[in-house]
Every structure is written in C-alpha cells, then in structure tokens.
C-alpha cells in the first residue's frame, strides 16, 4: 500500500482503512491506473467506484456530458515525484456514508477479456455485515 492507507493487523488481504484523502502505491499502476488517467466516480451508499476510461480529448468530452448527464464526479490520476494516486474527495465519503480511519473493501475489478485494454473499476465498500 503507501503512507495514505493502513492495514490492519487483523483485516483480510483486500481491505483499507483510509487515514487521508488519497488512495495510491505501485499497485495502482500496475492495475492499469497510470498518470493523466481519466476517471468517473459513482457513489452510493456504502461504496465509492473509481471507474477508469480510455483517454484522448474526443473521449474525455464525451465523458463530461455523460458525467454530467449521470451526476458522476470526474478525476484524473495523479502524479506527484515517485507517487501515483487517487485523490478521495471528502463528499464523496460524506455522500457514500463512509468515514476516514473505517476498514473498506478495496476491490479490483478488470476490463472485459475479450477487449484488451478495456479499462477497469476500483470500488472501495463497507464490508457487510452478516
């Protein structure tokens, strides 16, 4: 992971607590999320998805109207010297129910097979309680 997200000794692999508002590490690129990336994020009660889109003027245009058309907030991956990040908008979390210093599920999901290349979609959720 990196500095802005913490693992807790006891939580299962694929889990985060987020103690600032970025979400990075080298394992943000090498699921594809590369700097100058365009982003859609969708919210909903309990999870934030990071959706990734191809790139190109023509492509991000159109991204605005649907972002607009679908109420989704736009981003773009971030790159600081050696450091590749998300930036995680407080609203967001405010509006999906979430809380800073909360353990998440961070899951990955890829791009179809049959397109390589396809972009992918990094959701981070409250686990469910059963």
């Not at 859609?40 to 023509?58: C, F, K, L, M």
């Amino acid at each position: 992971m990196c500095r802005n997200v913490r693992k807790s000794d006891n939580a299962p692999a694929n889990t985060v607590k987020v103690v600032t508002g970025r979400l990075g590490g080298q394992w943000l690129e090498k699921l594809g999320f590369t700097p100058g990336d365009v982003l859609t994020v969708a919210v909903s009660p309990g999870v934030v998805t990071y959706q990734r889109h191809d790139n190109g003027i023509a492509r991000t245009l159109e991204l605005v109207k649907f972002a607009r058309k679908n109420k989704l907030r736009l981003m773009q991956v971030i790159k600081h010297g050696s450091d590749v990040y998300i930036k995680m908008p407080r609203s967001c979390f405010k509006q999906a129910g979430l809380t800073t210093d909360e353990t998440l599920f961070a899951i990955y999901e890829p791009g179809e097979p049959s397109e390589p290349g396809e972009p992918g979609m990094l959701k981070l959720q409250r686990p469910a309680l059963s």
